[in-house]
């Protein structure tokens, strides 16, 4: 009944051969897998940085945060067509996003009804889908007078914004 009592209290390794393997397939072994994970992770073939032209990724890396652009300020306005054109007509040509369409009298009555204000301010910091024009390549004054040309070309009576 002792031998029984004794064989319950004992752990699976029982010579020191056994301790030995264990210990070492518990903390030498997960190394030697580490290393092999390792070795396999970081040996791909994997181009430099600025290894096919060093000088253009070099400029890259050490450029600017902002940048100043100069506009020459008296530059004539641009119309509300060539705005239009150059802006607006990528989603409002073909009504992407819920955009009205040019021309569509329907889609532009409610909004000719909120005024020249209201279509300026969406036109400027956005509206929906439409992201903000304000601060773009055309001043505020030429973004109206795109705002006009469509208003008008929907059916509004919307008079061309002064500079």
Not at 18 to 27: D, E, I, M, R, V
Not at 85 to 100: I, V
Not at 109 to 133: C, D, H, T, V
Request: proline share 6%; net charge neutral.
């Amino acid at each position: 009944m002792s031998d029984h009592a004794h064989d319950s209290h004992t752990g699976p390794i029982k010579t020191p051969a056994q301790l030995l393997w264990t210990s070492f397939f518990s903390f030498v072994g997960p190394i030697f897998i580490i290393i092999g994970l390792v070795y396999y992770v970081t040996s791909g073939d994997k181009p430099a940085a600025g290894a096919v032209d060093p000088e253009l990724a070099t400029a890259q890396r050490i450029q600017r945060v902002g940048t100043v652009e100069l506009r020459d300020a008296n530059r004539p306005l641009a119309t509300g067509d060539a705005v239009y054109t150059a802006q607006c007509s990528a989603c409002h040509a073909a009504g992407l996003a819920g955009a009205p369409k040019f021309g569509d009298a329907a889609a532009w009555a409610p909004r000719i009804g909120q005024g020249y204000e209201a279509l300026l301010n969406s036109a400027l910091k956005g509206k929906g889908a439409m992201g903000a024009q304000g601060g773009g390549a055309f001043s505020d004054v030429e973004i109206g007078r795109a705002v006009v040309h469509m208003a008008n070309a929907g059916g509004g009576k919307l008079a061309e914004p002064a500079a």
